[in-house]
T-cell receptor, first 114, second 114 residues
């Protein structure tokens, strides 16, 4: 069974600074995908970025980048130039081959302060 | 392009009643999954439907059921509601279960059982 671990406590981040959110995962399947989602207090789960296990390069989407270290089984999210609207819960999730079932971590709370 | 649409957004039910939640996936997406999110248990997978067939099921009692229609719209039903069923129910859609397909979520349905 796959497992996602997010252990950082809530974080306060200064506006315009970068923030790194940690995610480690465990799976025995060599084919998997890693996702990061943002969930503001409204509840909507917003897709941020995706990394496939066979992707050679780290994924980037605008201000979001994923630091994928396969050997260490980590997939950390980096948000550059934080904005007030980035205040939310952030979830790391994994899907294994041929399966749309996502396993989620507990999430990281981020609060951006001016 | 319209996103994943869930209705209703908020609802209050009494113990013992039943509830039906609806999800319209992104146009062209054939896979629909449902998740329950509570503060104590986090995000838990309920089930996935693909082309009107349940393909995956999480560890929930039989009171939780779902279905998918020919237009890929999906409904989930919870019968004999319990206080512990109070949660945010999230629907997700994807083209299919392959490693490159992104999974998108809706805004969720907030269910309160009193």
């Amino acid at each position: 069974a796959q497992k996602i671990t997010q252990t950082q406590p809530g974080m306060f981040v200064q506006e315009k600074e970068a923030v790194t959110l940690d995610c480690t995962y465990d799976t025995s399947d060599p084919s998997y995908g890693l996702f990061w989602y943002k969930q503001p207090s409204s509840g909507e789960m917003i897709f941020l970025i995706y990394q496939g296990s066979y992707d050679q390069q780290n994924a980037t989407e605008g201000r979001y980048s994923l630091n994928f270290q396969k050997a260490r089984k980590s997939a950390n999210l980096v948000i550059s130039a934080s904005q007030l609207g980035d205040s939310a819960m952030y979830f790391c999730a994994m899907r294994v081959r041929g399966n749309n079932r996502l396993a989620f971590g507990k999430g990281n709370q981020v609060v951006v302060i001016p | 392009k319209a996103g994943v649409t869930q209705t209703p957004r908020y609802l209050i039910k009494t113990r013992g009643q039943q509830v039906t939640l609806s999800c319209s996936p992104i146009s062209g997406h054939r896979s629909v999954s449902w998740y329950q999110q509570t503060p104590g248990q986090g995000l838990q997978f309920l089930f996935e439907y693909f082309s009107e067939t349940q393909r995956n099921k999480g560890n929930f009692p039989g009171r939780f059921s779902g279905r998918q229609f020919s237009n890929s719209r999906s409904e989930m039903n919870v019968s004999t509601l319990e206080l512990g069923d109070s949660a945010l129910y999230l629907c997700a859609s994807s083209l299919a279960a392959s490693s490159g397909n992104t999974i998108y979520f809706g805004e969720g349905s907030w269910l309160t059982v009193v």
